[in-house]
T-cell receptor, first 117, second 113 residues
Framework: GAVVSQHPSWVICKSGTSVKIECRSL??????MFWYRQFPKQSLMLMAT?????????EQGVEKDKFLINHASLTLSTLTVTSAHPEDSSFYIC?????????????FGDGTRLSIL | AQSVSQHNHHVILSEAASLELGCNYS??????LFWYVQYPGQHLQLLLK??????LVKGIKGFEAEFIKSKFSFNLRKPSVQWSDTAEYFC???????????FGTGTRLQVFP
């Protein structure tokens, strides 16, 4: 089956640092990847849609300068949380859509738990 | 704006009991509907999906869901749950011909032997 790898799975860092999270599709090509954020006991909230070779589309209320997304290849998208602060602590999940899979479904990574001290 | 409601936040059942998890959405147009499951420590996995056709959809592991358009609902059912069904279940909706998934808040299911 389609596998999406997310790295790192857990990161703890000091306030003010930048953190990069990688999302890779291991056995398929993904023209579109998605980045979600999940707060405890809440739903997944779509942050942005990442398209290979073009700028990401951010959802309303998501700061594009804060959450930098790069989708440089058909198998890799990165999310960089710049100048992270404690309120950025959350669970970040990526998903990818197989370029041959039509509209849906999306295949999800295991998520990255980000803790900012 | 579209939204998805899952009314059951936490469900506790004994093995062999029947399960029904509610999911309602707010959108008047054509939708694609999904149920995802997240087992402890694992990623989200697709249980089943509805795009069109027969409103009764069968998924993996004995799960099924029924799309009732008039009620804007897509409830998940299983006639007899197992301990291994313990997980978080998420209903999700995508408006027709879009990539964006809107998730419900999830239902935590605990099944006791």
């Amino acid at each position: 089956g389609a596998v999406v790898s997310q790295h790192p799975s857990w990161v703890i860092c000091k306030s003010g640092t930048s953190v990069k999270i990688e999302c890779r599709s291991l056995d398929f090509q993904a023209t579109t990847m998605f980045w979600y954020r999940q707060f405890p006991k809440q739903s997944l909230m779509l942050m942005a849609t990442s398209n290979e070779g073009s700028k990401a589309t951010y959802e309303q209320g998501v700061e594009k300068d804060k959450f930098l997304i790069n989708h440089a290849s058909l198998t890799l998208s990165t999310l960089t949380v710049t100048s992270a602060h404690p309120e950025d602590s959350s669970f970040y999940i990526c998903s990818a859509r197989d370029r041959l899979g039509g509209i849906q479904p999306q295949h999800f990574g295991d998520g990255t738990r980000l803790s900012i001290l | 704006a579209q939204s998805v409601s899952q009314h059951n936040h936490h469900v506790i059942l004994s093995e062999a009991a029947s399960l029904e998890l509610g999911c309602n959405y707010s959108y008047g147009g054509t939708v694609n509907l999904f149920w995802y499951v997240q087992y402890p420590g694992q990623h989200l996995q697709l249980l089943l999906k509805y795009f069109s056709g027969d409103p009764l959809v069968k998924g993996i592991k004995g799960f099924e869901a029924e799309f009732i358009k008039s009620k804007f609902s897509f409830n998940l059912r299983k006639p007899s749950v197992q301990w291994s069904d313990t997980a978080e279940y998420f209903c999700a909706v995508a408006t027709y011909n879009t990539d964006k998934l809107i998730f419900g808040t999830g239902t935590r299911l605990q099944v006791f032997p």
